[in-house]
């Protein structure tokens, strides 16, 4: 008799201990997620107050975006830790694209840098940065302009007929300069993937010769590293990610605009495109196999 209540008291004792500790298990649970609850609640806000202005929402509207950027960046190792990189901004989509993405990266890269925007005031009448002004306030990004001549140089006093290359080069080294006096020896220009393909065109048909610029240049006269971060960004998303965003972008003044061997370029690689899909695909991929100077890749290099 004594047995069989020693029997039931261990039965209950153990069924006792069974639900404490299921009790014990299901209240760490609900501390575990309710503690996940509370550090999501709190980064979210926090990301969410970081990214003001006309950055609101930039980490999930440009997700898409900084996945080719980081690729580019990472497979031709375009930033060291403690860089100063100057953003040439021209007030068009691709370099306002370049400055946003450098700036939604730089909250999460590894190796820590910082940016300082610089436009060249090419001289033409009437033009207004104040728009991208206060959207490099709003990133919390330097803004800085540099008034020139350029325009009435070349259309004015050489009245030049071909204004491109000239002006091209005219306008890299007044923003290479600026970017010295400020301290910057890397320099971020937003040429995407399309621009890489026309310039490879342009220097086959007009040059007589296979070239393009590449992903990371070293100009040994001045000291300063061009790197081109959105080289796998299409250009069709750059231009909707730029109205998603709502960033500030305003009319290329330039009386030779959309009347350019460039603009050729662009119309021949897009109609090759509409009649065979991915030709722009394989277009890239050959150049970056060419053996060309500065294309291949050095991601894991020591």
Known sequence: MVERHLAKVNVASSN????SKKLLSFERSFSFVYLLKKVFDFWGKECL???????KGISVIMQHMLSYLRRAVDDYQMIAPGDKIAVGVSGGKDSIMLLAALKALARFYPNPFTL????????FENADFSAITAFCESIEVPHTVVKTDIAPIIFDIRKETNPCALCAKMRKGALNEAALSLGCKKVALGHHNEDVIE???LSLFYEGRMHCFSPVTYLDRTGVTLIRPLIYAPESLVRSTVKRLELPIQKNPCPADGNTKRQEAKE?????????????????TAIQRSGMDGWTKTKGEK
């Open 16 to 19: 006792l201990v069974f639900r």
């Open 49 to 55: 107050a970081s990214l003001r202005g006309h950055c």
């Open 116 to 123: 300082q925007a610089i436009t060249i005031d090419m001289g």
């Open 199 to 201: 310039t490879f065109f």
């Open 268 to 284: 021949m690689v897009n109609e090759w495109e509409h009649k065979d899909r991915g030709f722009k695909e394989r277009i890239f």
